[in-house]
């Protein structure tokens, strides 16, 4: 009985050190093991998507890649996480991955009582519907009645009731787990609608068996600022993700690309030699070519978004919010010096 | 020097064995609630370290999303507490029609899988086989997207009769709206079930005495059926119909089954019922064929005999075990989170924990939710297995 309980008093104290330990440390913690674990989507064509041989791509992932290369060299060291919405922030409160860069809507609520931090927007969205042709809707406005098809535990369930009781409209929510329920549910007809995030929007009617049924109608009723996260608490990590897609937004400033970063590097610019060599890495932690790798071996950030959603991809979505600050976006990167 | 008195020699008390295993258990007892208590400070401490709100003060604040179906009133600007009611209604109404359903065609199954009647015995078998050997994810998945795929869109609906309307949105039906005077009808129907359950009382003693039967089951029948439809009458019709109409994209007003509960419902009852079946049947079996020779021999025909010989004495057998399927699913039910079902795990596991991310306290709620259905349905079957127990005498 007393080794019992000795046992058990072991057992908690263990466990309350395992506890304290989780914290602090994320850095030190993925150079350790050699490898980025790190949270994405289920399966979203343009932003987190596997292909048939596992392997992801997407503009989400290749944020996971640049903070792979710049912390281990190498964008291709990253273990990927396939998670639900329902399951990503407790995956990344419990250490269980890194990072999370899963198309996350950066909210009042989730910066302050999850206990995380957004380190940034990657994609600067808005949420829309998505109707079949044959129901002759033109507007989201005539939408009063509808069944609306939804993935569980997004800001799209309560922008929606917003929208829907703003203007004195009804709607039936039916809810699923996963983004690919969701769209099952609305091809079988259960639903008149299907609300999510524009980009999504485009990305999930790839995915329909005729994409040519369905129009994405032309409101957009949310601000939906998507990015990376990080665990609150871990200042040096969360400096390391916020400035690797920094990094990203900054090489497409100065027109450095993974093409010609080689001949920028010796070049005589000071704000691409600030970036590509000097001290930036050192006061994060890294080492000095951390920029050099992430643009060497994920892109800029307008090579990243025209590959993953733009003209280089099926999605053909246009730059628009998206474009840099200069070129009448919103994409703004704080200099490096 | 006086003998000395084993019987009434005082032992010190840490040699005393019932003082001892007193001491030691409130030893482990302390030692067990400090364990647990560690950890729940540990938790609250280490959350509150990394900015994650804790609490349950979250329960009050407004909700602000919609949920597919709900027996209780229920809009947006409910609260995160009322939500979990919403949902635990939906969970305690699936599993409870669950039950009912799987109980009755369990039975049947399984007394059709011992009929003499190669065809019926056979097809028995085989809904068995089938059902219970794939998984239940499946099967819910099945119902739902194929029987969905199969239904016409609203404005193609299937009528039944001019009453029911079938389509992909659901099964919909005329709504009563009860009228003044419709609460006489209520009471009516009340009295008659009192009237029945009194009648039952006196004919068991009628029987006991007399050795009379007397046909309980016909006359209790037209109890409760004709003494409400008279009141009914006399009242003059207190009850109109509210009839779904086509809107703009689908049926509005009326009464409406949604199909996650048709292939919910329609999933776990076909599932849990295979099993019950053959708990059924393992029941019959123990009873010893001596035990209808002897029926027979006093007279009784098959149904009787089944009805007063076989199944009390199976009974006995059968409810252990029944006990666990209805345990399963209940617990089963929480696979309604695939379908959209807005059941507990669903609503407030699903979306309220994402909306408020306060993990800890929703899945505690949750589970404790759980464990406290399942442990009231231990304790019925439990009391209702006592009842039926063999009594030795």
Redesign the interface.
């Known amino acids: 009985?007393k080794r019992?309980?000795i046992g058990?008093?072991g057992?908690?104290v263990s466990?309350?050190m395992t506890?304290?330990s989780v914290?602090a440390g994320t850095l030190d913690d993925v150079k350790r093991k050699g490898h980025l674990t790190c949270g994405v989507s289920t399966g979203l064509p343009g932003f987190s998507n596997a292909n048939s041989k596992n392997v992801w791509s997407g503009l989400d992932v290749d944020v996971c890649r640049a903070v792979a290369a710049a912390v281990l060299g190498d964008a291709g060291k990253v273990k990927y996480t396939p998670l639900t919405?329902?399951e990503r922030?407790?995956a990344l409160?419990s250490g269980e991955i890194d990072m999370l860069s899963r198309n996350t809507t950066w909210t009042h609520?989730?910066d302050?009582?999850?206990?995380i931090n957004f380190a940034g927007v990657n994609y600067y969205d808005g949420q829309g519907f998505m109707v079949s042709k044959g129901?002759g809707v033109k507007s989201a406005t005539?939408?009063?009645?509808?069944?609306v098809c939804i993935q569980?535990?997004?800001t799209t369930?309560?922008n929606?009731?917003?929208y829907?009781?703003e203007k004195g409209m009804k709607?039936?929510?039916?809810?699923?787990?996963t983004s690919d329920?969701s769209v099952?549910?609305f091809e079988?007809?259960?639903c008149?609608v299907l609300t999510s995030d524009q980009s999504q929007l485009y990305a999930l009617r790839i995915k329909l068996v005729n994409p040519g049924n369905a129009v994405v109608l032309p409101e957009v009723i949310s601000k939906e600022p998507l990015g990376p996260v990080v665990?609150?608490?871990d200042d040096a990590w969360f400096n390391v993700v916020k400035w690797s897609l920094f990094a990203m937004v900054n090489a497409e400033e100065m027109s450095i690309t993974s093409a010609n970063v080689d001949s920028k590097k010796s070049s005589s610019n000071p704000g691409a030699k600030r970036l590509l060599g000097g001290d930036a890495g050192g006061k994060l932690g890294l080492s000095s070519d951390w920029a050099y790798n992430i643009i060497k071996q994920v892109g800029n950030y307008g090579e990243a978004f025209e590959r993953n959603v733009g003209k280089g991809s099926p999605l053909k979505i246009g730059r628009g919010l998206n474009a840099l600050w200069s070129k009448g976006g919103l994409q703004y990167a704080p200099p490096v010096r | 020097m006086p003998p000395a008195d084993h019987g009434t020699q005082k032992v010190a008390p840490w040699n005393d064995p019932k003082v001892r295993s007193i001491v030691f258990q409130f030893i482990a007892l302390v030692s067990l609630g400090f364990f647990f208590y560690t950890i729940f400070q540990n938790t609250l401490a280490n959350m509150e370290r990394r900015g994650i709100t804790t609490g349950l003060a979250f329960l009050g604040h407004e909700a602000g999303f919609g949920i597919l179906m709900s027996l209780i009133p229920y809009d947006e600007t409910y609260t995160y507490g009322r939500t979990f009611f919403v949902g635990l209604l939906n969970t305690l109404l699936v599993a409870g029609l669950g039950i009912v359903l799987a109980t009755v065609i369990g039975f049947a199954l399984g007394v059709a899988r011992l009929s003499n009647n190669w065809i019926i015995a056979k097809a028995a078998m085989v809904y068995i086989e089938v059902l219970r050997n794939i998984p239940l994810l499946l099967q819910i998945f099945f119902w739902y997207f194929a029987v969905l795929q199969a239904l016409p869109a609203p404005r193609q609906s299937i009528p039944f009769g001019g009453v029911f309307t079938l389509n992909n949105r659901g099964l919909y039906f005329p709504a009563p709206v009860p009228e003044s005077g419709f609460s006489y009808v209520l009471a009516a129907l009340v009295a008659a079930i009192i009237g029945v359950v009194l009648l039952v009382r006196w004919a068991r003693r009628r029987q006991e005495i007399s050795g009379q039967p007397f046909p309980v089951f016909r006359v209790s029948l037209a109890l409760l059926v004709l003494v409400p439809l008279l009141v009914f009458v006399a009242m003059g019709s207190p009850l109109s119909w509210d009839h779904p109409e086509l809107q703009r994209f689908s049926y509005g007003g009326g009464g409406r089954l949604i199909p996650e509960l048709m292939a919910l419902l329609w999933a776990l009852t076909m599932y849990t019922a295979a099993f019950i079946a053959e708990i059924v049947r393992a029941g019959i079996q123990s009873v010893s064929h001596g035990q209808t020779e002897a029926a027979r021999a006093l007279g009784l025909r098959n149904g009787p005999t089944l009805r007063l010989v076989i199944i009390p004495q199976s009974m006995r057998v059968i409810i252990p075990p029944l006990t666990s399927q209805y345990l399963n699913l209940t617990k089963n039910s929480s696979l309604a989170t695939a379908i959209g079902y807005p059941d507990l795990v669903s609503v407030f596991m699903g979306t309220t924990l994402n909306q408020t991310g306060q993990a800890v306290e929703i899945v505690g709620m949750t589970m404790a939710v759980y464990l406290t259905i399942s442990l009231t349905i231990s304790m019925v079957m439990n009391a209702y297995n006592k009842k039926i127990a063999l009594t030795e005498r």
């Open positions: 009985m019992i309980t058990l008093l057992a908690a466990l309350s506890l304290g914290q919405a329902k922030f407790t409160q609520t989730r302050t009582s999850l206990g129901l005539e939408l009063n009645g509808a069944a569980a535990g997004t369930e309560l929606l009731a917003d829907f009781s709607y039936k929510a039916v809810v699923f787990d329920q099952k549910g079988s007809g259960r008149d665990r609150q608490g």
